[in-house]
């Protein structure tokens, strides 16, 4: 009877992985790609040659690597069962396309996390939209909060550099969520990339000028 139980499930996962209309990989612990389906790949423009063993992470932009990386980390040892994340997905032509990604801890039989599943959706590009209509929709603190966090700078750092407190830029930082509507600094730097706000083309980032009052 297990046995049975054993091989539905694996055929429903299967359904699921082919089927869905969903992108969708399935990770080692240290976050290499083991399988992803057609659909993922058609998010990335790639074959499943550019991604295979690759870290998953690689596919994204440098800007938000650092804060995925530490919260797959945390799915690997056990410290969370998920999290959903909006983030930059780099082409392979260089261009980049905002993505919705869910990533779900998988135990073996045992305690132990076996595999991370990585489920994408393309976010919804008219708010984005609306949002760069505006036109210039920062300041010239703003850009350089923005291009630090991109950067991976700390809150203390960017304090230090730009000659503001802790809590100024906290401030400035809670100004520009609520403007983008992103949900936490992870999400505004990937809507930045997917906005065109911060070029892939540069780095150490820069805020282009036409989002700039």
């Known amino acids: 009877m297990e046995r049975s139980h054993q091989l539905a499930d694996d055929k429903l996962y299967r359904s699921m992985f082919e089927r869905s209309g969903l992108g969708m990989a399935r990770l080692d612990p240290k976050r290499k790609v083991l399988e992803a389906n057609a659909d993922?790949?058609?998010?990335?423009?790639?074959?499943?040659?550019?991604?295979?063993?690759?870290?998953?992470?690689?596919?994204?932009?440098?800007?938000?690597?650092?804060?995925?990386?530490?919260?797959?980390?945390?799915?690997?040892?056990?410290?969370?069962g998920r999290f959903a994340e909006q983030v930059a997905a780099v082409r392979s032509d260089g261009s980049t396309v905002p993505i919705t990604m869910t990533a779900i801890a998988v135990h073996g039989d045992g305690p132990s996390i076996t595999a991370l599943l990585v489920i994408l959706k393309q976010a919804a590009g008219d708010r984005d939209r609306t949002i760069v209509d505006q036109g210039k929709v920062l300041t010239d603190v703003h850009a350089r909060i923005l291009e630090g966090m991109a950067a991976g700078e700390s809150t203390t750092q960017l304090a230090s550099r730009l000659f503001l407190s802790r809590q100024g830029v906290e401030y400035h930082l809670g100004t520009m969520l609520?403007?983008?509507?992103?949900?936490?600094?992870?999400?505004?730097?990937?809507?930045?990339?997917?906005?065109?706000?911060?070029?892939?083309?540069?780095?150490?980032?820069?805020?282009?000028?036409?989002?700039?009052?």
């Open 40 to 80: 993922l790949l058609n998010f990335f423009g790639r074959s499943i040659h550019d991604v295979y063993s690759r870290d998953f992470t690689e596919l994204v932009h440098p800007g938000v690597r650092p804060g995925l990386e530490r919260q797959m980390e945390k799915l690997a040892e056990g410290k969370r």
């Open 178 to 213: 609520r403007k983008l509507k992103a949900p936490n600094r992870t999400a505004l730097v990937s809507r930045a990339y997917a906005m065109g706000m911060l070029s892939v083309a540069s780095w150490p980032p820069r805020v282009e000028p036409a989002f700039v009052k």
